[in-house]
């Protein structure tokens, strides 16, 4: 499956910004899709994640509450929306997929993942 990361851009602290993942080449359903973020400073790090049928989500500690992961099956797309942004999550945000066999199937680790987007770049100015 290709993924394709769009709607990055600036935005202020405390505001709200909607990044979009879209797939194609692939049966979307069979994969449980990640947001990862990543700065020069740091290592990759995850960000959430939905499955494949997306009843199931799960954050990383630092994003819990404020972001939103959701997908839509038959746009062959997965949204993270984010809101009350800080600078701090100011980074290029990176869509994942991996092909599963179950709904209980889900994947924290970067290492778990074989397809990714290409990026997109999200500016939080203080």
């Known amino acids: 499956v290709q993924l394709q990361a769009s709607g990055g851009g600036l935005v202020q602290t405390g505001g709200s910004l909607r990044v979009s993942c879209a797939a194609s080449?692939?049966?979307?359903?069979?994969?449980?899709v990640g947001w990862f973020r990543q700065t020069p400073m740091k290592e990759r790090e995850f960000v959430a994640v939905?499955?494949?049928?997306?009843?199931?989500?799960f954050y990383g500690d630092s994003v819990k509450g404020r972001f939103t992961i959701s997908r839509d099956n038959a746009e062959n797309t997965v949204y993270l929306q984010m809101n009350s942004l800080r600078p701090e999550d100011t980074a290029v945000y990176y869509c994942?997929?991996?092909?599963?066999?179950?709904?209980?199937?889900?994947?924290?680790?970067?290492?778990?993942?074989?397809?990714w987007g290409q990026g997109t770049q999200v500016t939080v100015s203080s």
């Open positions: 080449g692939g049966t979307f359903t069979n994969y449980a």
């Open positions: 939905i499955n494949r049928n997306g009843m199931h989500t």
């Open positions: 994942a997929a991996r092909r599963v066999r179950y709904n209980s199937e889900y994947f924290l680790s970067e290492h778990e993942y074989d397809n």
